[in-house]
């Protein structure tokens, strides 16, 4: 990761370049620029990832340099030090997205502070980069012919914050005998063909056997504290629609009947 320190004042900008850990941070080149000018230069040649700079700077302004940068660099992140009078002046470089700011005078912790919550939307932006270029390379072959609403989300949220979240309403709702695919494309707003993606991508599954693997094991717990239960009522709180389903699923995934496992429980076994 490279960072880019644009400061006027030789004092601060070398302090800044000695102080900060930057190995510690992940950072492994880290470029320094006198003014605005320099900066624009220099951000220009190497693409950093991450710029730190003083608002107020001789010849270019550091928002104006900021602006002019993310006309070529557009995910690059920034870190503007500045005085207390130009927290006006800031409220212009909204625009510039996940910026983050210090004020004068500086502290080494602060600065550490900024670079760490820089670097986590570096990673952020560089891993929906990833998942947008493995999505286009998996269905690059039928990607013309899917119909708009189908294809990638405008916004991209985070994929193992998404699949986290379509696990939890699973188990939240597994009850549901309408629970389905086509449930939660509509509930998450999303099309069939991403969810089934990204969820099998991050959790090595498809939704459908999380769905069956979620029912199942509140189904044996279910049956292991009620040992006297009709199965077919088990089959229905479980969410299956069908009690033949239910068994053929069960005895799949354990390897064994549910009426086998409620015997084993009813003699004490400790087969649970």
Partial sequence: MKVLVVEDEKLTREG?????PWSNLGITEVF?????????QKALEIRPDIIMADV???????????F????????CRFIFISGYCDKEYLKSAIQLS???YIEKPIEPGEIVEALKRSILQVEK???RKNLEEEYHAHFRDVLEELPEEDLIPVTWQSSMHLADKLEHYIQDNFGDKDLSLTQLADRFQLSKQYLCWLYKREKNETINQCIIRTRLQWAKEYMRRNP????????????????????????????RTPADYIRECREGSGHV
């Fill in 16 to 20: 800044i370049l000695q102080i900060i």
């Fill in 32 to 40: 320094a620029a006198e003014d605005g000018e320099e900066g624009l």
């Fill in 56 to 66: 107020r700077m001789p010849r270019m302004d550091g928002i104006t340099m900021a």
């Fill in 68 to 75: 002019e940068i993310r006309r070529e660099i557009k995910e």
């Fill in 98 to 100: 996940a910026v983050n």
């Fill in 125 to 127: 932006e560089r891993r």
């Fill in 228 to 255: 006297h239960v009709k199965i077919k009522r088990v089959a229905d709180k479980a969410g299956f629609a069908d009690c033949s389903y239910f068994i053929k699923s069960y005895k799949r995934y354990e390897q």
